[in-house]
């Protein structure tokens, strides 16, 4: 596999609009969150599922990077005061710390924005033909907006102090979360002209490590500390939200975690190219500290 | 020419997602601000290029209602109490006064991707073709991001109390204002197959009318009522922001907005088709007065 963190990076970089204008200080806030690291999940399953589907890099960079552009748009704009308020991202203050309110709210709006320019441009249209072009942007609106991304975070805000059942938590994950996951899996399929059955199954992983993810994240909110984290442990609790871990224990989710992970592996058997790094990184994510 | 505004307000209400899902209130708050009203502008501007580089109005449909949804995404977080603070739109309650600022912040989020999401739909391809759809969807999230719509509202929130001089109204007001106008009328000609040079009128038709509807707003704002604008009037002098009424004065400012007009109605010069209704509109918009 060829280096997708270095790839994803520098061509991170090389989409944002140059800061020789006088909206420099947007440009800047945009930068800021999205150069600040993180694991980069989301473009490696492009680049992952692209290739898996013998596809070339090149065609899948835009769309690695324009998932992980919706999705830092989303950490923006959740960090916002008249969302969960939070001070701390990635170990490093959030955006509206350092930009205001108001840039932040912009930035997180122009990175969306950035995202649709950057997979519907003539290049990216050269480099995978009009029609995987149109429909991956349509896949990650598609679970991006109001019945995806979006909605998951409406469902999360709605639920607060509510007492949510498992039913609307699954519901909640599985849209804040494990949409955006699926997306990329998806789009590494499609950028590479994958078959339907190729594009199901790809889809089929993603929303099962996706979940598996997000209970993760629920598990490592109770049992790490800020410094492992980066961000500040136990806020789901402060916050008194309903989660996996305080509906079923840990030990509970970390079988449904091993659930999810090897239904993520089977998906996989319909491919005919190597598969031991998506399976790798499948239960890599199960036993994240981090 | 069809009924536009019929065309726009039936299409916007069935690209709306089914309030029959647990995030409701977020489709409720995206439908209360899509549905306010307006003059629908830049929808009627994409239905009349569309027909005068002889389109069908299904093909504009689409492209019609994703540029007003952005306009709309626009307003709701202008509105915000981080950004303009503003309690009225189009005399009606702003969206965070209804929602809440967290389900305005998401319903404006999700406005956006939904302006992408059907500009790349499987439907939307069969009418226009591949090329058309992507290259719209393109125009659109260039002219609304960061080198656009977007950073003009930057230029405008870090000009305020700063006694801006006309040079950076202008890129303001452009970027702000005309962007959206221009890229409502490229997509117009586009979705119809138009020529490179047709496009390019269109572009220029929209980007003159665009600044001049600016102006044309700044003087509103000196120079009408609460009730007759549907909006707080004298809201730029409070702010402290430079408008080309500060720095010109209304009587020069009337002169542009009319040379400006007139450069508009001479861009439609290209058109072999029947132009009158777009050089009405151009005046109309001169003369409004709300």
Redesign the interface.
């Known amino acids: 596999m060829f280096d997708y963190l270095k790839t994803t990076e520098d061509a991170l970089a090389s989409f944002l609009?140059s800061k020789n204008?006088?909206?420099h200080?947007?440009?800047e806030a945009?930068q800021y969150s999205l150069s600040a690291g993180g694991k980069r999940v989301r473009p490696r399953l492009v680049f992952e599922f692209n290739a898996l589907c013998n596809g070339f890099p090149e065609g899948a960079v835009p769309f690695a990077c324009a998932v992980e552009m919706i999705h830092t748009?989303?950490l923006i704009?959740d960090d916002?005061?008249?969302?969960d308020d939070d001070d701390l991202r990635r170990g490093k203050p959030s955006n509206h710390k350092v930009y205001?309110?108001?840039?932040a709210?912009?930035a997180?709006?122009?990175l969306?924005?950035?995202a649709?320019?950057i997979m519907?441009?003539?290049k990216t249209?050269t480099l995978v033909g009009?029609?995987s072009?149109?429909?991956c942007?349509?896949v990650l609106?598609?679970y991006?907006?109001?019945?995806g991304m979006?909605?998951?975070?409406?469902?999360d805000?709605?639920s607060e102090n509510t007492n949510a059942p498992i039913e609307?938590l699954r519901?909640m994950d599985y849209?804040k979360t494990a949409c955006l996951i699926k997306a990329a899996c998806e789009m590494g399929a499609i950028s590479a002209g994958a078959t339907k059955q190729q594009v199901e199954a790809a889809s089929q992983y993603g929303e099962c490590i996706g979940i598996a993810f997000q209970i993760k994240d629920d598990i490592l909110d109770v049992t790490s500390t800020n410094d492992e984290l980066g961000k500040p442990v136990g806020s789901d609790n402060d916050n008194n939200k309903s989660t996996y871990v305080s509906l079923l224990g840990i030990s509970e989710c970390a079988k449904l975690i091993n659930l999810l992970t090897e239904k993520a592996v089977k998906a996989l058997e319909c491919f005919n190219g190597e598969t031991i790094s998506l399976k790798k990184f499948a239960y890599e994510l199960a036993e994240r500290t981090k």
Chains 1, 2 share one sequence.
């Open positions: 609009p204008c006088r909206e200080k947007l440009i945009m748009y989303s704009h916002l005061p008249c969302m205001g309110e108001d840039i709210l912009l997180g709006d122009a969306q924005t950035l649709f320019e519907t441009s003539d249209a009009e029609k072009c149109r429909q942007a349509n609106a598609k991006s907006g109001a019945n979006v909605g998951g975070q409406v469902i805000l709605i609307v519901e849209k």
